[in-house]
Every structure is written in C-alpha cells, then in structure tokens.
C-alpha cells in the first residue's frame, strides 16, 4: 500500500451560507469557515476544548434531524 498525503481527513459541510471544514489533529481539531462573499476564518480547538464543543452539541441538538 502507497501513502499518498499524510494530511490528516478533512470533512466538509456545505450550506447556502458557506462552507465549515474539519479536521481532526493529534492535539485537537482545526476548523476553518468560508463565508460567500467573506474571507475565511480559522479556527484550532485543543483536544479539550473539542470534547466540550461535541458534548454541548450533543446536548443540545441530539435527536434532531439535520
């Protein structure tokens, strides 16, 4: 097997708004957000941080369809 890139997965999500991509990295999560119309913004949670971010999401939005 051929390692073609050692970047990490990168997801993304796409709304009429713009687009948020994700990133996991071996100390957290990377987040960048592109705005139409507006420069991006980038963001670097540490591991912590992540884990409260997933746990108040999941508080808050559990259940409910996208």
Do not use: K
Request: net charge negative; charged share 20%; proline share 6%.
């Amino acid at each position: 097997m051929t390692v073609l890139s050692t970047i990490p997965p990168l997801t993304s999500f796409w709304t009429q708004g713009g687009r948020l991509h994700v990133c996991p990295m071996p100390d957290g999560v990377y987040l960048s957000v592109e705005r139409h119309g507006i420069s991006s913004q980038e963001l670097t949670l540490s591991r912590e941080q992540a884990l409260d971010l997933l746990r108040l999401l999941q508080e808050n939005f559990a259940g409910e369809d996208g």
